[in-house]
């Protein structure tokens, strides 16, 4: 592992006390109002601005049905939440309300944080210190969330997934054609999830092959997407215990392809994941990783969701992978015997896409 001395500087200090005192405040109550934003946009109040320009406390209440005190206590809060302003006694929608309202990325973090997250963050000290996602059990009783993702109740579910696919789904058109620039016929995606990306791959090429690797509950869903999209004579999916390094990956594969899938584990059980996929290469195949790194983003916005998301993984997912910094897999690519062929940024919103060869 990369030893952070090494690592670029990052951020500073340079705020004033005032700034710096209003910041921590900011954290002191951000559960709070981070439920004030979401009651303002859930209950209506911030897409009636968004139509009307502006109005007073009373005219939403009647507009809405909603209690005088309840509409002035939220939008109140706005005022310090920035999503609001107030003049000659009326409200006006921000520029920051405007995301919170009709932002997709923002409305995808923010119900993935309310469904997802919201409980189970409060056991992120214990997850910390016991090294395990204690987070978990508010959800249900796995040992990590991927073997339950099939059985989380339907708000939670269509939360996760919208927020795993979202990010996942912008890099679709830009990766295509770099992946099926050499025409492969044979396609490993490991920890293929739904089929969402295999079935992508198979409408851009009616030629590919395609073998996902995932865990029983994930490849059952992929099957009947398969079957549905009627992709099964091109698509199959194997159940696998990804971290069992005793299970090798199948053999014969032009393209071996992980998305999104390597930040659900720890830099160990990378290094394992990375050298089986190197023992089921030739010389002619290409091993291909889709990932967010921290480090690479071309936007604050982007770095602080992804550092973010990384504390999901501490307290929920598993307890022990993260959002990675770009050194740390650089090296394990490295330790597993691969070169570098090439490395594409930015794809989609923030991510980066690595080709690798064996060395």
Known sequence: MTNSKNREDYGSDKKSVVQAN?????????????????SLRNLGILNYLFENNSATIETISSALNLSVYGVKVLLEAGLSLELVYLKDNEFILTK???FILRDEMTNVNMDFTQDVNYLAINHLEESIVNGKPEGLKELGNWSTVYEGLSQLPEKIKKSWFEFDHFYSDYTFPEIMPILFGNHPKSFLDVGGNTGKFSMQCANYDPNVKITILDL???????RKNIENAGFSDRIKAVDTNLLDNSIPFPKGNDIIWMSQFIDCFSLEEIL???KRAHDAMDENSS?????????????????????????YFTAVANGNSQMFHSKDILELIEQAGFAV???HDIIGMSHTLIQCKKK
């Open 272 to 274: 394992g994941l990375f």
């Open 216 to 222: 029983p509950g994930q490849a059952n869903v992929a």
């Open 22 to 38: 209003l910041d921590a405040q900011k954290i002191a109550f951000a559960p709070i109002m981070f439920q004030a934003a979401k």
């Open 287 to 311: 091993f291909y990783i889709l990932e967010t790194f921290w480090d690479l983003q071309k936007f604050q916005a982007s770095t602080y969701s992804l550092h973010a998301t990384s504390l």
């Open 96 to 98: 920051t309300g405007y």
């Open 341 to 343: 062929a090439k490395m």
